[in-house]
């Protein structure tokens, strides 16, 4: 992903919800959010994510805990193209059970395998992001509110798209049914100037090449998802709702998000 919104704890009844885009290569194959299963050391944790064809990874997804991952690339200058692909960590994250089993994914060790990143972990109870730009990695805690995730760093002054999405989300509709026709307009949103400071990005052989939306809600059987599988001015939004449910109400509950 390389923009990303996240209202965290603002609707008493969803208490996550985030909306995104992936800006990539045209050409790299990735297939669109579907269940599979990642490992962990013991066991098997099903998700709901698309899939990066060529590493294997995943930019976005949802465990069968509740836990929400996603990635944005951080954008430093370089880049080194024999590391490891981001996405695969987003997959180490997705395998923990919780948001504090998560961060003892981040050792120096680990987190030197990969390129510069903006990670974002979400659960019922705590959020945080990870920041990474080769000279320190830094765990910010998410409070109570409106988050937006470029490939900036998280607290850039000078991040003219950031502000203006956090301006544009004060007031978003709390319902998911009316929140939705909102948040797609933003992930269409061009803008004007720099093509690479829009919400939707169209460059000859790079943009936008999928959008998402998550409402992930304290009863699990009212959460809600949608899916773009091109860019969101352009492409339809699919409800993949269903799907979702099958992951998240399996197990025979309906609460309970996560645990922690």
Known sequence: MCTVFILYGVSPSHRIVVAGNRDEFLE?????????????????????????????????GVNQYGLVVGVTNRYTGKRDPERSSRGQLVLRCLSEDSAEAALGVFTP????????????????ETGFVVT??????????LDQ???????????????????????????????????????????ASHGKGDPLAAVCVHLPGYGTVSSCMLFLARQRDQSRYFYAHGSPCQTRFQDLTEDLMTLLTSDGQTNSVTKG
């Not at 297939?31 to 962990?40: K, S």
């Not at 066991?43 to 294997?56: N, S």
């Not at 990474?132 to 910010?140: F, G, Y």
């Open 145 to 187: 509110g409106i988050h937006v995730l470029t490939n900036r760093a998280p607290e850039d002054p000078n991040d003219v798209k950031r502000e203006r999405l956090c301006s544009r989300l004060e007031g978003l509709p709390l319902d998911p049914e009316a929140a939705v026709e909102r948040c797609s307009q933003l992930l």
């Open 109 to 124: 060790g680990e987190v030197s395998k990969y390129n510069p990143f903006n990670l974002f972990c979400l659960s019922e």
């Open 28 to 60: 790299r194959p990735a297939l669109p959010p579907h269940l599979w299963t990642v490992q962990a050391e013991n066991r098997g944790v099903r998700i709901f994510a698309g899939k990066d064809e060529r590493e294997g990874g995943t930019w976005f």
């Open 132 to 141: 990474h730009d080769d000279e320190r990695t830094q765990r910010l805690h």
